[in-house]
T-cell receptor, first 116, second 109 residues
Framework: DGGITQSPKYLFRKEGQNVTLSCEQN?????MYWYRQDPGQGLRLIYY???????QKGDIAEGYSVSREKKESFPLTVTSAQKNPTAFYLC???????????????FGPGTRLTVL | LAKTTQPISMDSYEGQEVNITCSHN???????ITWYQQFPSQGPRFIIQ???TKVTNEVASLFIPADRKSSTLSLPRVSLSDTAVYYC??????????FGAGTRLTVKP
């Protein structure tokens, strides 16, 4: 059963702690993305990766870090430098990200992070 | 990056056709127009994509005029389950496409 999984669904952390959000896909997609969504707002791109061992900053990368050591995994770390980390985090993947032809993005169920 | 403008919200009733228009005046030659649907606490889901004229699938139709500076998503005979946020994206590659605030559609009985 192919798809994207994110864990956990809900995450609580104390202020000042780093936290890592998991994203795994078994769709054999090359490209993966991390978005942040605040209540009543659209999605904002944090980081994206077009291929293993390569990733690029999106529009709001400050306070976040990622790694792409395996094709199927793209974990996001929310560091203590992120001023307002409480949000809904969505991971997505697509067949590829470099083609001039748009490829549909498939989204995971999301992780709701609350920093206390 | 192409900027898009959509209405913030729309209301409709069950069984009606809903048309959501998106404005994208600075669309580039290689840009596609793509629409996503998002339910609360879920990730967006791809609905439809087009480049010009009209595209239709089992869920919706997408109308794009010749100048491509706008597009209209048409949802036929909506039901309560179509209540969601609808996003219009414009771009040539995923990395160039951005989700705006979207249009919050509320379907009433």
């Amino acid at each position: 059963d192919g798809g994207i999984t994110q864990s956990p669904k809900y995450l609580f952390r104390k202020e000042g702690q780093n936290v890592t959000l998991s994203c795994e896909q078994n769709l054999n997609h090359d490209a993966m993305y991390w978005y942040r969504q605040d209540p009543g707002q659209g999605l904002r791109l944090i980081y994206y990766s077009q291929i293993v061992n390569d990733f690029q900053k999106g529009d709001i990368a400050e306070g976040y870090s990622v790694s792409r050591e395996k094709k199927e995994s793209f974990p996001l770390t929310v560091t203590s430098a992120q001023k307002n980390p409480t949000a809904f985090y969505l991971c997505a993947s697509s067949i590829e990200g470099t083609s001039a032809i748009y490829n549909e993005q498939f989204f995971g169920p999301g992780t709701r992070l609350t920093v206390l | 990056l192409a900027k898009t403008t959509q209405p913030i919200s729309m209301d409709s009733y069950e069984g009606q056709e809903v048309n959501i228009t998106c404005s994208h005046n600075n669309i580039a030659t290689n840009d596609y127009i793509t629409w996503y649907q998002q339910f609360p606490s879920q990730g967006p889901r791809f609905i439809i994509q087009g480049y010009k004229t009209k595209v239709t699938n089992e869920v919706a139709s997408l109308f794009i005029p010749a100048d491509r500076k706008s597009s209209t998503l048409s949802l036929p005979r909506v039901s309560l389950s179509d209540t969601a946020v609808y996003y219009c994206l414009v771009g040539g590659r995923n990395n160039d496409m951005r989700f705006g605030a979207g249009t919050r559609l509320t379907v009433k009985p």
